[in-house]
């Protein structure tokens, strides 16, 4: 597509739920890249995906985040067993390369957990 | 891990102002952006930006990296301007993450 696009754009839970968030990354782009971005964090790296390659997930926060690209397109983030701390923005990346070269984000979703 | 430290935290400019944002960071990169995030969230590549100089309209960035900073400048500002702006670097060694600085909050009034 022409841009990162994510869903839903915003999502109500109760604490206890799983929740599965949605990434299309730009046609093409063979890096993808979860981040979350909350007030007191700042913005931080959860897991990157390169084409076939095996994933990194050193920024996923506890063995309650999860998450996969199917095809080498779509990227699915699920957090099981939702947390109060886990209310943030979940923003998506994708780029040409692991160079990083044409990084464009999608415009997120906000999870808020009740 | 490697650290970026930007300043100035908060910026208010009056409209027509120019504005110089830093970047430090502490370590050597492969790979230096600059982000805008506009007051809606959206997050939009300004410069992918390691070594060097880019102009792009009344943005430009300048990226020393020997000396380990970068500074964006932003000419004859507007209030479209107006958001955060964030550095962010990879190091390179073996992980294609970015690590973001705090982000510099730019208000620019009329």
């Known amino acids: 597509g022409a841009g990162v696009s994510q869903s839903p754009s915003n999502k109500v839970t109760e604490k206890g739920k799983d929740v599965e968030l949605r990434c299309d990354p730009i046609s093409g782009h063979t890096a993808l890249y979860w981040y979350r971005q909350s007030l007191g964090q700042g913005l931080e790296f959860l897991i990157y995906f390169q084409g076939n390659s095996a994933p990194d997930k050193s920024g996923l926060p506890s063995d309650r985040f999860s998450a996969e690209r199917t095809g080498g397109s779509v990227s699915t983030l699920t957090i099981q067993r939702t947390q109060q701390e886990d209310s943030a923005v979940y923003l998506c990346?994708?780029?040409?390369?692991?160079?990083?070269?044409?990084?464009?984000f999608g415009s997120g979703t906000r999870l808020t957990v009740v | 891990g490697i650290q970026v430290e930007q300043s100035p935290p908060d910026l208010i400019l009056q409209e027509g102002a120019n504005s110089t944002l830093r970047c430090n960071f502490s370590d050597s990169v492969n790979n230096l952006q600059w982000f805008h995030q506009n007051p809606w969230g959206q997050l939009i590549n300004l410069f992918y930006?390691?070594?060097g100089t880019k102009q792009n309209g009344r943005l430009s960035a300048t990226t020393v990296a020997t000396e380990r900073y970068s500074l964006l400048y932003i000419s004859s500002s507007q209030t479209t301007d107006s958001g955060v702006y964030f550095c962010?670097?990879?190091?390179?060694?073996?992980?294609?993450?970015?690590?973001f600085g705090k982000g510099t909050k730019l208000s620019v009034i009329p």
């Open positions: 990346a994708s780029s040409l390369a692991v160079t990083g070269f044409g990084y464009t």
């Open positions: 930006i390691p070594s």
């Open positions: 962010a670097v990879d190091s390179g060694a073996g992980s294609y993450q970015l690590t």
